[in-house]
């Protein structure tokens, strides 16, 4: 154990999966030899087989991909309109204050806190839900490309302009460069915010979705069906992590040779 010495992958995984094991083993001991009572937290066992009801005979698979989709289409379009104005804020100082105090006091207003206000705008359709992921998503991503843009090592900012680089090309060719590998975690650590968003979203007038199964689930107390939800949002979130962890690998390999 010496500090920041790294950890050989395949010991990373076994560390990893030694965690889940242990917490399911604690689970499981806490659960079936009554020392909690099954009404506030199901067994894994009873958990696994409301699951597969779930899944099999309830439609759950559907709620699944509507939640999905609403997740991906508002980091979409948060991420689509953040990006361009991160790297213009993080570039140039005028830009950055201009915008910086509205997106600074923005970013510490709940996405939840605007629900209702939505409700009204928009009814309680899709596009309630998708601008509840947008407002929890896009101005921390502002302000968080925004710093990384802004961090660039200057020596090769001066560099570039030795070289005879012009404005535009500073920006293109070294800040949003050597910006991208740390842009794409923070794309990975917000997507991972906008789950909590989404199902928010979903608690209140939706009538699909993994949020609006866990609301069902809570008025017949099914705490099997509502632990099987939350632990399906982990997993999706778990994929998609380690998918973005993937893409930045092969993306930006020269970023990991410090890690």
């Known amino acids: 154990m010496t500090p920041l010495k790294p950890v050989h992958p395949r010991a990373r995984v076994l560390l990893g999966l030694s965690f889940f094991v242990v917490f399911t083993a604690v689970w499981a001991a806490a659960t079936l030899s009554g020392w909690v009572s099954k009404t506030f937290l199901a067994d894994p066992l009873t958990m696994l087989k409301s699951g597969w009801v779930l899944l099999t005979q309830m439609g759950f698979g559907w709620d699944i991909g509507w939640t999905v989709w609403r997740v991906l289409g508002g980091f979409v379009i948060a991420a689509a309109l953040a990006l361009p104005l991160g790297v213009m804020m993080g570039a140039y100082k005028p830009v950055e204050a201009f915008f910086e105090p509205f997106v600074s006091f923005a970013r510490y207003l709940p996405a939840s806190a605007f629900i209702p206000l939505l409700i009204l705008w928009a009814g309680i359709g899709e596009a309630q839900k998708l601008a509840v992921i947008f407002i929890g998503s896009f101005f921390q991503l502002v302000l968080m490309i925004a710093v990384s843009v802004g961090n660039t090592r200057r ?105």
């Not at 900012?157 to 070294?174: F, K, M, N, P, Q």
């Not at 997507?191 to 008025?219: F, K, N, P, R």
């Open 155 to 259: 020596d090769l900012v001066e560099a570039a302009y030795t070289l005879g680089c012009s404005d535009s090309g500073i920006v293109r060719r070294v800040l949003i460069r050597g910006a991208a590998p740390e842009i794409c975690e923070i794309l990975r650590m917000v997507l991972g915010w906008a789950w909590t968003y989404v199902i928010v979203a979903e608690l209140i007038g939706a009538s699909s979705g993994i949020g609006h199964m866990i609301t069902d689930s809570q008025a017949l107390l099914a705490t099997d069906q509502i632990i099987f939800g939350i632990i399906v949002i982990g997993l999706i979130g778990l994929v998609s992590d380690l998918g973005f962890k993937w893409l930045n690998r092969r993306l930006f390999p020269w970023a990991q040779l410090g890690h």
